[in-house]
């Protein structure tokens, strides 16, 4: 049994230590309001009792709450009147050092809580640990200076979670939508060199791994990038390909026949795709930016953004080029090929690739393919996004979001033109819905008011989260402010105006809706109570949105948020608060965003049909997705849920599963086993490998791919997953 110490650290939970710091609390007070002996030992074993049965690593604080409350029971009020001001002195003491010791458990890999809050992240390498440690110095600067107390006290106890605290420090912002094709087509600067328009397909590729990179650099969100602003740069390189053949061809004095000339251009061409594509795909893979990680970018594949014919042609090539080489996978220590994390892919469905006799249905196979293979690409409906993306004017547009489901809302420049690229999101905060569910004891009228007091808070942490940007200058971020990825303004000039009048987002996420539902009638989203329920609160949630936009022409929207590591400890400090509350608290994790819970038995068709329901209510941003089974047999089956996408939600995903043994070279699926202390670990069911170390596994938890494993309340929920299909 583990307990986790202030610091992170994760220890043995030792008994003796109760015992001994109840003892001392005792001494402190008169024989006849002192403890017996006996009791001690029962206060002590009640907690270690309480700790097994939890079945989690509990952090010092609980088990002092557990410890403390058991005192009052056994009538005992002066020894807990001893122990508290015991526990005040000694947070005092500790208070005036938290970031030492943080820091200092980083550098030693000994922070579970750290190890496991970014399944993208390896903690024990050293340009990771520098990140996690700035990260720790700008949480203290926040806490202490940034930010207002109530902000902070709903952060700690999990009311919300003040997302990536780590930057806030810094003038920096969460995702963007890169503007490529301004960068591209009109030159870009890095790093203080100009970057000119690059003369073949090949270049241009290289040139958007480094802003990729530098990009990755200035933000710590998501970005995007879209295939469509590669695509001018094949025709450059076929004229190119075809003068270095024609000359060739005149200097041998030999004589090629029209068409043999056009096949010979196009093999070269061909083959340049894809030393461009690779050149993408293993940059982005072996990039490691200055936080520390491969850059979270998604690659956008939309044929109806080509400009003509010939652009969609060619558009058509590099994404057959991306599928086939994503299919592959690349290459991990031993030489095996397995499935990366990065760059997520997505895939529009649309008229010309979704029917068997649309002239592109044979890259939605190949993406079928891919899926069922490597878990991407994921899948935007075309037809869904434009009914639901609609602007000002009444016109529906399909783009794509800023990383794993931030979406922008739609905007039409000075120019009356619809605009997407070189926009971005401000932050995020997150409401915890199973605590608001809770607080009000099944009384609807009280959870409404609680409800209210809750928004108006997450308000209050949005707008620092404007205020922090508010004023920026160019200079903080040159890449993204003065050469095109996002904007191109002038040296020392303010980035306000595009914080303003919809150009950029802020995010009101939440989190637990099933939960939250539950908790107030105990019906589910999947009964038509609780589905009724679900909706009514998605609603009251963009009312809030619309309110405060309107007041402020800033543009908030409803995020459903992807929690990671802020699932467990949602789950821990709800647990805290409420006890164990069956069908609400009973796991380690909390339900992301709308989704329908994990243990739920429910088919595929069925799911994606409710959640669109939900998915249309939440505009700032949201993914829905199934569980499935190896599907590379049964490619038909892929495409018949691709095809329902399609027609019924607008972004959706497969999950399934892509790992593999060091060990012994088995490439089936990883389980997850309890050790003798209850914690949840890897294990290869073939050779009994648990070395985290010799294995590769690859799940989806928050829209994009982990690979560097998760903290025990997301491994929990990624076991307890049911098949949909």
Known sequence: MKIIKRSGEEQEFQIDKIRAAITKANQTVEYKNALTLEQINTISEHAAGICQALDRALSVEEIQDIVETRIMQEGAFEVAKKYITYRYIRSLVRHANTTDNQILTLIECNNEEVKQENSNKNPTINSVQRDYMAGEVSKDVSK?????EDVIEAHESGIIHFHDMDYFAQHMHNCDLVNLEDMLQNGTVISGTMIEKPHSF???CNIATQ????VASNQYGGQSI?????APFVQISREHIRKVLEAEFKFAEVEVAPERLDKLVEKRLRQEIARGVQTIQYQVVTLMTTNGQAPFVTVFMYLGEAKNEQERADLAIIIEE??????EGVKNEQGIYITPAFPKLIYVLEEDNIHTTSPYYYLTELAAKCTARRLVPDYISEKMMLKLKIDKEGNGHCYTCMGCRSFLTPFINEEGKPQYYGRFNQGVVTVNLVDIGLSAGKDLERFWSIFDERMELCHKALQCRHERLTGTLSDAAPILWQHGALLRLKKGEAIDKYLHGGYSTLSLGYAGLWECVYSLIEKKL???????????IMRKLNEYTAKWKAAENIDYSLYGTPLESTTYKFAKTLQRRFGVVKGVTDKNYITNSYHVHVTEPIDAFSKLALEAKFQQLSPGGAISYVEVPNMQNNIEAVIQVIRFIYDNIMYAELNTKSDYCQECGFDGEIEIVKDENGKLLWRCPKCGNMDESKMNVARRTCGYIGSQFWNQGRTQEIRERVLHL
Do not use: C, D, F
């Not at 802003?211 to 530098?214: G, S, Y």
């Not at 999947?526 to 009514?536: F, I, N, R």
């Open 322 to 327: 991306v599928l086939k080489q994503r299919y």
């Open 202 to 204: 090949s270049t241009a």
């Open 526 to 536: 999947t009964e038509p109570e609780g589905e009724e329920l679900g909706l009514e």
């Open 144 to 148: 202490r200076i940034l930010l207002p």
């Open 226 to 230: 879209s295939l469509t602003h590669l």
């Open 211 to 214: 802003i990729i990179a530098q």
